[in-house]
């Protein structure tokens, strides 16, 4: 049964249009709780199975959590609301507090206007394929509400933020502290406003919070890793040693340091695998994907680590991982993966990580990239109809043939359609910008010209 409704990380679209509506997101709460936490199976021991909903500032939020609280409740589940949390928050919450599962209502780095819904099983990971199949499968039969007297009920998590604050602190070595720094800290107007500014100011940094002051609208909007201008700005404005910018939901990263200079997942990945290597003595591999520069893969071979690429998408780095029985992964886009430290990726989290490979390293993070000269990438998202067959299309494989032949053995050309939204992103790398520009840009001409 092939997914009809979960992409590449939960479902996500526009509000009001299908599936983000309150009538589906309301079905969605009783077939995850009938899958997930075994409603059918709710009074074994007289214990009544509990999901935590996290959300991030969308004003959406309060509409579609009140649906998936009436879903789960129809389907005799409890459910607990730890209001405004960073997607690793609840995975991490979830876990430590023994529940059956864990929701996020977040569209992570989409405008306010779009929203989403993700899952985490009781062990704090993101669900396998065959388990959104299975909720998928639940969504097509009749929603049967329980009698009366084994409705779920639901109950707020007031101590939410405080908790995932600690364990976000006890990730970070207890023999370093921040003290004598001062971090921008750029939250996006999103879920972690509240509990990362805390983290760095409680382990001793002078903090500066930008992207703090969430109206429900401007989440993501001129501030976050997905727009790190205004981070730029403040670090240089503040005089600030390093800016960290987390996403809407806070699950991704990116670095700015003093000069402005702006250091992606990529470089992040080499910078964690290098300071591993300086304080394990191995690191046996670590996965990218299929978008990861092609430097930093020369440069982490070069230390003696083995590299796979994973198909884009945090799901499939995390799923290489396992299986190789690694711990480290990233993406460009700036999720990083670290599972000895977490069960998912964290912003915060990877950003502890970061300041402590620099702690140890006493250089700035310029110098802790010396071996590492990033090919120039270009990457273009173009819109196209959601029906769009690109794939078939003649012309633009045609396009994309003529840059790889003219591109062989000084770059490559890697063409996919985003798992989260309507667009077919365009990345070509080469040893020269110049080449590398010339070639998206043709392609994404004809992509244009053949979608629209």
Known sequence: MSRRYFGTDGIRGKVGEAPITPDFVLRLG???GKVLAGADRAYVD?????????????VSGYMLEAALESGFSAAGVDV???GP?????VAYLTRALRLAAGVVISASHNPYYDNGIKFFSADGNKLPDEVETAIERQLEQEMICSPSEQLGKASRLDDAAGRYIEFCKSTFPVNFDLRGLKL??????????????????????????????????????????TAPDALVRAVRANHAD???????DADRLQVVDASGRLFNGDELLYILTRDRILTDGRVDGVVGTLMTNLAVEVAIRALGVEFVRASVGDRYVLEQLRERGWQLGAEGSGHILSLDRHTTGDGIVSALLVLAAVKRAGVRLEHMLDEVKLFPQKLINVRMRPDADWRGNAAI???????ETALTGTGRVLIRASGTEPVLRVMVEASRQADAVLHAEAIAAVVRASTA
């Open 85 to 89: 949390m960073p997607t690793p928050g």
């Open 46 to 58: 007289g214990a009544r199975p509990t999901v935590l909903i996290g959300k991030d500032t969308r």
């Open 397 to 403: 494989q045609t396009a994309i043939r003529q840059a």
């Open 80 to 82: 607990m609301l730890a």
């Open 30 to 32: 009783y077939a995850a």
């Open 242 to 248: 390093l800016g960290i910018a987390l996403d809407g």
């Open 184 to 225: 921008v800290i750029d939250c996006a107007h999103g879920a972690a406003y509240d509990v990362a500014p805390k983290v760095f100011h409680e382990l001793g940094a002078d903090v500066i919070p930008i992207g703090v002051q969430p109206n429900g609208f401007n989440i993501n909007d001129g501030f976050g890793a």
